[in-house]
């Protein structure tokens, strides 16, 4: 029998796994979500327990080795709000790539597409919200990655001197988080997989 493969968007909410099982007790993980998903799917990539956004699961192993094979270089988007506005010498050092620490060692980031955004986006509420200082403005800024180092984007930010204070990830290729709210699944089809992943860059 032909084995079935199915495809599933989620928006991962802030402070659950990117994993079904539990590190150490207490956590929360994708298990809270279970009654939505099949028990055979799994995620595609990571986003750490801080981070929110959009996640890919499935059971289909060609799709995996297509986006957690380095010489593809998905390309994924993120909204980060981060603590003061990034100067203009900030983003062009985000922009060309930067020194950050990992765990192999240092490492220096490839290009990445940055912009700062002249007023914060619409997005769902964060549970618990991001801290509030008066007097610490804050920037939101949206950055494209084609690589996915442990925690990047948040090193990435520091190393310039602007912390991330909130991170969503918004686009895996041509696949978008859309309106999705946090804790929601949606399944699509293998056609659009293919459109908006194997056909983006040949």
């Not at 929360?28 to 799994?42: F, G, I, Q, S, W």
């Not at 327990?49 to 593809?72: A, C, H, I, M, V």
């Not at 990655?145 to 310039?160: D, H, P, S």
């Not at 290729?173 to 699944?185: A, D, K, M, S, W």
């Amino acid at each position: 029998m032909k084995m079935q493969y199915r495809y599933f968007l989620l928006y991962k909410p802030y402070g659950v796994l990117s994993q079904f099982t539990q590190e150490v007790p207490g956590q929360r993980t994708l298990a809270e979500l279970k009654p939505l998903l099949p028990n055979d799917v799994y995620p595609v990539g990571r986003l750490d327990k801080d981070s929110e956004g959009l996640l890919l699961l499935t059971n289909d192993p060609q799709l995996n080795q297509r986006l957690l094979n380095p010489r593809f270089g998905h390309r994924r988007v993120y909204l980060a709000q981060v603590e003061g506005i990034p100067t203009a010498e900030a983003l062009q050092k985000l922009s060309q790539g930067v020194d950050i620490s990992t765990e192999q060692g240092m490492y220096r980031t490839l290009p990445a597409e940055v912009s700062l955004l002249s007023a914060p986006p619409t997005l769902p509420d964060r549970h618990p919200p991001v801290r509030f200082r008066a007097q610490i403005p804050t920037a939101w800024m949206t950055l494209a990655l084609t690589e996915g180092k442990n925690r990047q984007v948040r090193r990435m930010c520091a190393a310039v001197g602007f912390p991330v204070l909130r991170l969503i990830r918004t686009r895996i290729e041509g696949l978008e988080l859309g309106h999705l709210q946090p804790g929601e699944v949606r399944e699509i089809k293998r056609n659009l997989i293919e459109e908006k992943i194997f056909r983006q860059r040949g």
